[in-house]
C-alpha cells in the first residue's frame, strides 16, 4: 500500500453524521429548517440546458457579496462552503512547524487542516463560565503564532467577542494572521470586518449556509485585504464553486428580507427557548448564533438517543473539553422549538441544578 504523507496517516478525520436526517426535525447542526428564499428555487427552476454544460462563470458573485457587507469587491473571495475558505487558509498560510493558536472546543474542522499541514497546535481551553480566555490568548500572541483563529460566536460554545476586542488583538500581533470565523453573524450582527479592511493580517470568514439556507448549495466567502484574498485565490481550483450555487448565491443575496424575518424568527425563538429551559432548572449557555447549549439532567447521550426517538436530532457534546455533558441545541422556528420542549420536557423533569 502506498502511505499517505506523514501527517496524513497520522490525521484524525472531521467525521460529521450526514446521513438519513432529513426526515428529522434537525436541531443538530444549526442549519436552517426554513431553506432560501423562494427566488432561490425560481432562478434554479428557470436554468437553460447550457447552464449545465458549461463551466460554472462568477461574474457578479463576489460583488453582490461585497455589497451586501459593505466593502470595495477587492476585499471579498468566494469558496465553495467557508469550510474550503479554511482549507485554503490553512495550505496558503499553514507552515509545517508553525503554530495554530485558537481556543477549545470549537469548530472540529481548524484541527485537521492544521495537523495535515504539519503544524503545531496550541488550544486555549474556555472556562468554565465559557468566556472567551483573552489574557491567555494576549500572552500567547507574544511568541508569534502563525495564525490565531477566533470563531466568534464561537460555535459550540456561543462566545461572543466584541469586533474591536479582536482588531486589538491584530494589531498587538502583526505577524500572525488572524482569521475571525463569523459563520453567525447574521444573528450577531458583529463583524469584524469594518475593522479589519484596514489591517494586513485579518480575514473574516462569512457563509450562506447556515441563515440564507444554502448549506446543501456550499458557499462561502472570505473577506479581508486584498493581498490575503488573493493569496487564498492562488490556492484554490478555478472551477470549485458549482454553478447552482453562484445562481442560488446571486438570488438569495437580492433577498435580504428572506434572511433578516428568519434571523428575526429565530432570536424571538432562542429568547422564548431560554425562558422555558430556565423554568425547567436546566442549564443553557449562549449568547450569540442561531444554537444553545444545554445540560440535561443526566447522560448527554442517553438525552439525544431520547430525543431522536421522538424524531428530533440534537448534537452531544460527551467527551469534549469543558461542555462534557451538553448537547448542542440548533434553534430554529417558533414551531419547531415548542415541538422541542414538549420533546424535552418529558425526558428532563423539572430539577434543582441553577440555569445560567
Ligand atoms: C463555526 C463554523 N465555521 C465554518 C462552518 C462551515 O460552514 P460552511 O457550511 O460554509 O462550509 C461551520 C458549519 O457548521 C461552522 O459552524
Known amino acids: 500500500m502506498i502511505r499517505a504523507k506523514a501527517e496524513v496517516e497520522a490525521l484524525t478525520p472531521y467525521v460529521a453524521p450526514l446521513e438519513g436526517r432529513r426526515p428529522l426535525l434537525r436541531l443538530d447542526f444549526n442549519e436552517s429548517n426554513v431553506g432560501p428564499s423562494p427566488r432561490v428555487l425560481e432562478a434554479i427552476r428557470s436554468l437553460p440546458p447550457e447552464a449545465y454544460g458549461a463551466y460554472p462563470e462568477y461574474a457578479g458573485l463576489c460583488a453582490a457579496y461585497a455589497e451586501t457587507v459593505g466593502v470595495p469587491e477587492r476585499h471579498v473571495e468566494a469558496f465553495n462552503g467557508v469550510d474550503a475558505a479554511i482549507r485554503a487558509i490553512f495550505d496558503a498560510y499553514g507552515e509545517k512547524g508553525g503554530t495554530f493558536l485558537t481556543t477549545a472546543p470549537t469548530f472540529g474542522y ?7 499541514q504539519g503544524m503545531v497546535i496550541d488550544e486555549v481551553l474556555y472556562p468554565e463560565d465559557l468566556r472567551f480566555p483573552l489574557a491567555a490568548i494576549t500572552r500567547k500572541l507574544e511568541s508569534r503564532p502563525r495564525l490565531l483563529f477566533v470563531c466568534n460566536p464561537n460555535n459550540p460554545t456561543g462566545t461572543l467577542l466584541e469586533p474591536s476586542t479582536i482588531a486589538a488583538l491584530a494589531r498587538s500581533a502583526p505577524e500572525t494572521l488572524v482569521v475571525v470565523d463569523e459563520l453567525y453573524v447574521a444573528f450577531t450582527g458583529r463583524s469584524v470586518v469594518p475593522l479589519a479592511l484596514e489591517l494586513s493580517n485579518v480575514v473574516a470568514l462569512h457563509s450562506l449556509s447556515k441563515a440564507a439556507g444554502l448549506a446543501a448549495l456550499r458557499l462561502g466567502f472570505a473577506i479581508g485585504h486584498p493581498t490575503i484574498v488573493e493569496r487564498l485565490r492562488r490556492v484554490t481550483g478555478p472551477y470549485d464553486i458549482n454553478m447552482f450555487a453562484v445562481v442560488a448565491g446571486k438570488a438569495a443575496l437580492a433577498d435580504p428580507d428572506h434572511t433578516r424575518r428568519y ?6 425563538a432562542r429568547d422564548w427557548t431560554v425562558g422555558e429551559l430556565r423554568r425547567l432548572g436546566v442549564r443553557c449557555a449562549g449568547e450569540g448564533g442561531n444554537y444553545l447549549l444545554v ?21 452531544s457534546m460527551a467527551r469534549k473539553p469543558v461542555i462534557d455533558g451538553s448537547f448542542r441545541l440548533t434553534i430554529g422556528t417558533l414551531a419547531d422549538m415548542r415541538r422541542f420542549m414538549s420533546a424535552f420536557s418529558t425526558i428532563a423533569p423539572p430539577h434543582s441544578r441553577s440555569a445560567r
Open 110 to 116: 481548524y484541527e485537521p487542516c492544521a495537523q495535515q
Open 263 to 268: 434571523v428575526a424568527e429565530v432570536l424571538a
Open 295 to 315: 445540560w440535561p439532567s443526566g447522560d448527554c447521550e442517553a438525552a439525544a438517543r431520547a430525543l431522536r426517538d421522538q424524531g428530533i436530532l440534537v448534537r
